[in-house]
């Protein structure tokens, strides 16, 4: 938890015990466990937010790279017909 092993956790409760003292360690380990949920529910919403938005945008881009291969398939295919028929033009006007 945080990179604090068991002996890092144990001193700071120690010490937490010894400066809050033992009637108010109780209600501040209830606020601190609540405000751990409520930030960890915030982080939940955001990364679900975030991963809604990415879809939205990711959806769009693929249809806009299907469109873009085929685009640039056709014109692959156009200018392989067109070296394929210039050769055969060039001989027919040489033999004019």
């Known amino acids: 938890m945080f990179g604090m092993g068991w002996l890092e956790i144990l001193l700071i409760l120690a010490i937490a015990l010894i400066v809050i003292g033992p009637q108010k360690l109780p209600e501040l380990a209830k606020t601190l466990g609540k405000a751990m949920g409520e930030l960890k529910r915030a982080t939940s919403d955001l990364k679900e937010s975030v991963d809604l938005d990415i879809e939205d945008f990711k959806n ?9 291969e085929t685009v640039v398939k056709d014109e692959m295919n156009k200018d392989e017909m067109d070296i394929k028929d210039t050769p055969e033009k060039d001989k027919v006007k040489e033999n004019e």
């Open 60 to 68: 769009p881009m693929e249809e806009f790279k299907e469109d873009f």
